[in-house]
């Protein structure tokens, strides 16, 4: 149970950092097509 636990939170962990990384590259090309706009 305890391994399951650590394992469950340590995926989560990994989610979360890819959600962030996604995020940061969705947040990198609003702001390039922003800058080609203008």
Not at 10 to 21: D, K, N, P, Q, T
């Amino acid at each position: 149970m305890c391994s399951r636990k650590s394992i469950d939170r340590r995926v989560r962990w990994r989610s979360a950092g890819y959600f962030r990384l996604s995020w940061r590259r969705t947040f990198r090309n609003r702001l390039g097509t922003l800058l080609e706009a203008v």
